[in-house]
């Protein structure tokens, strides 16, 4: 089984700032990771997935995570955010060889402010 | 163009007046699910199909029924609705072969609202 904790349920944080949300998982069997973003009022986009290879990974709209295994983390970071980052994150995870599904954290409230 | 379409995107209803949400996808995908999404729960699983005739409960099924009769559709079914099933729901697929490292796509949502 997966589980996955998203330590921040919001986090303020004036334009231009750097950000970090915070994403924990557990699972028995080995995963892919992923971060998705929901914008106000719409549906969810993927932001970037963990699959393999390199443990830096890079997303849509400058957005990058870092998968460390031995300390079962995929915190997101963005060096400089925008009023236009203002939005829901969450993280996912979903088992690599099994026919499981996908487990999504609780969110994390972006708010950017000028 | 990939698309998974669910249909109404908004609703408002009574409590016990039986609805079907509808989701459809055009990828020929096996897998697909509902979830369903709540303030400060992120998004929870309520039901899933593998594939045709092949469903499967989630972590919070109580309330629902679905279907999984042909493989682009997948309905969702609150045969009692009640407040507590007030909330936004998402339908997702994804190819079956691939596992997750394959791309989910998500609707658009549909929000309900149950009086």
């Known amino acids: 089984a997966q589980s996955v904790t998203q330590l921040d349920s919001q986090v303020p944080v004036f334009e231009e700032a750097p950000v970090e949300l915070r994403c924990n998982y557990s699972?028995?069997?080995?995963?892919?990771l992923f971060w998705y973003v929901q914008y106000p009022n719409q549906g969810l986009q993927l932001l970037l997935k963990y699959l393999s290879g390199s443990t830096l990974v890079k997303g849509i709209n400058g957005f990058e995570a870092e998968f460390n295994k031995s300390q079962t983390s995929f915190h997101l970071r963005k060096p400089s955010v925008h009023i236009s980052d203002t939005a829901e994150y969450f993280c996912?995870?979903?088992?690599?060889?099994?026919?499981?599904?996908?487990?999504f954290g609780k969110g994390t409230k972006l708010s950017v402010k000028p | 163009e990939a698309q998974v379409t669910q249909n109404p995107r908004y609703l408002i209803t009574v409590t016990g007046k039986k609805l079907t949400v509808t989701c459809s996808q055009n990828?020929?995908?096996?897998?697909m699910s509902w979830y369903r999404q709540d303030p400060g729960l992120g998004l929870r699983q309520i039901y899933y199909?593998?594939?045709?005739?092949?469903?499967d409960k989630g972590d919070v099924p109580e309330g629902y029924k679905v279907s999984r009769k042909e493989k682009r559709n997948f309905p969702l079914i609150l045969e009692s609705p009640s407040p507590n099933q007030t909330s936004l729901y998402f339908c997702a697929t994804k190819s079956q072969g691939g596992a997750w490292g394959t791309e989910a796509f998500f609707g658009q949502g549909t929000r309900l609202t149950v009086v």
């Open positions: 699972s028995s069997v080995s995963v892919y």
């Open positions: 199909s593998m594939n045709v005739e092949a469903t």
């Open positions: 990828m020929n995908h096996e897998y």
């Open positions: 996912a995870v979903g088992p690599r060889r099994s026919q499981g599904n996908l487990i």
